[in-house]
């Protein structure tokens, strides 16, 4: 059972480490081939916003990747709402008479 659990852990690793390298190459082309392209001027103003935008997109992965597949963060991130509801009805609950 804990080598089925190594072996989950394993590939769900090399599955994160996939889809970072592909962003990663994806924002690195954009980068490099754009400015070596002509292109007019409305063309050129979508490539720096694509450009800008799989930049920002490649520096939220990593977070994103990390909540998704971390059980103790999903769970800790699960119980922040039912906290904040619980504090609310509480303070309510002190303001009525």
């Keep these: ?5 190594t072996s989950n ?3 769900q690793i090399l599955i994160q480490a996939m889809v970072v390298s ?4 994806i ?9 070596m392209m002509r292109f007019e001027y409305n063309m050129k103003w979508i490539m720096n916003i ?7 997109a490649n520096q939220a ?5 990390f909540v ?5 963060v999903r769970n800790s991130l699960r119980r922040i709402p039912k906290r904040i509801m619980g504090q609310n009805s509480s303070t309510y609950s002190a303001d009525k008479p």
């Design 1 to 5: 059972s804990s080598q089925r659990d």
């Design 9 to 11: 852990d394993d590939l």
């Design 22 to 25: 592909i962003s990663l190459e």
């Design 27 to 35: 924002t690195r082309l954009i980068s490099t081939i754009a400015p």
């Design 50 to 56: 694509l450009a800008s935008l799989s930049s920002v």
């Design 61 to 65: 992965l990593n977070p994103l990747i």
């Design 68 to 72: 998704c597949t971390n059980k103790m």
